[in-house]
């Protein structure tokens, strides 16, 4: 069954230092990849997908297909990127979007 | 545009009871997919609904079902609840089913008593 893996709950760093959030999914094909992210009391949203190969606020992630790994990385945090983030992956085509548990960002000063 | 609209926002229900609720997608948008939200399990899969008809369930016992009617809206009930059953139900809408880029509501905190 296809499942995504974040294996940290909680990831502390300083203001300005770098970051990355690791993911890895066990899906053996093509998967699609996502990253969401949910603020303090705001709704989840979408961050960024791997075929758009983007960055947003600063962040980008990479498929890597021999790790089968797609890590979330910014090379200077920032105080308001502290939030819940999620990957979240599309295996096989036709089926649902599933998520890791998440990884809490918290960046301070 | 309007987003996603979940109601109710809050409620508190006993063991035993079934509740229902509701999810109003941005308009234009056909598919709906419900996911659980718990601090131990993050987001787990419920199902997703596409022109009214069920297209993807994930891994829960059958006292959880939905449905969609043709204005898109749907509406997801639980029944005979149980204490784990406490959670924060989402509902997501998209253009396209089976598509990673969902757009979500705010949710519905269940609180099983």
């Known amino acids: 069954a296809q499942r995504v893996t974040q294996p940290e709950k909680l990831l502390s760093v300083f203001k300005g230092a770098p970051v990355e959030l690791k993911c890895n999914y066990s899906y053996s094909g093509s998967p699609e990849l996502f990253w969401y992210v949910q603020y303090s009391r705001q709704r989840l949203q979408l961050l960024l997908r791997h075929i758009s190969r983007e960055s947003i606020k600063g962040f980008t992630a990479d498929l890597n297909k021999g790790e089968t790994s797609f890590h979330l990385k910014k090379p200077f945090a920032q105080e308001e990127d502290s939030a819940m983030y999620y990957c979240?992956?599309?295996?096989?085509?036709?089926?649902?979007?599933?998520f890791g548990k998440g990884t809490t960002l918290s960046v301070s000063s | 545009k309007a987003g996603v609209t979940q109601t109710p926002r809050y409620l508190i229900k006993t063991r035993g009871q079934q509740v229902t609720l509701s999810c109003s997608p941005i308009s234009g948008h056909r598919s709906v997919s419900w996911y659980q939200q718990t601090p131990g399990q993050g987001l787990q899969f419920l199902f997703e609904y596409f022109s009214e008809t069920q297209r993807n369930k994930g891994n829960f016992p059958g006292r959880f079902s939905g449905r969609q009617f043709s204005n898109s809206r749907s509406e997801m009930n639980v029944s005979t609840l149980e204490l784990g059953d406490s959670a924060l139900y989402l509902c997501?809408?998209?253009?396209?089913?089976?598509?990673?880029?969902?757009?979500f509501g705010e949710g519905s905190r269940l609180t099983v008593l």
């Open positions: 979240a992956s599309i295996g096989q085509a036709g089926t649902a979007l599933i």
């Open positions: 997501a809408s998209s253009l396209f089913r089976s598509t990673g880029e969902l757009f």
